[in-house]
């Protein structure tokens, strides 16, 4: 897709593929483990009970 090395410069590359010039210099960061288990025990929360709300899914989670 983007090419590095190319004589084309950045810029017209990220122009002629319409992404943003900021997205090219961007390096994903890892997910905390921790944050990957909240996020999949919300996901089972919101699948057995579709209606609860975020208050309500918070508290499930703080076991009140």
Known sequence: MIDREHELPLTRQ??????SRSSLYYKAVPMNPGDLEIM?????????????????????LQGL
Request: aromatic share 4%; glycine share 4%.
């Open 40 to 60: 999949k025990q919300i996901d089972e929360i919101h699948l057995k009970y579709p209606s609860m709300g975020s208050r309500s899914i918070r508290d499930e």
């Open 14 to 19: 990220s122009e002629i593929l319409e992404l």
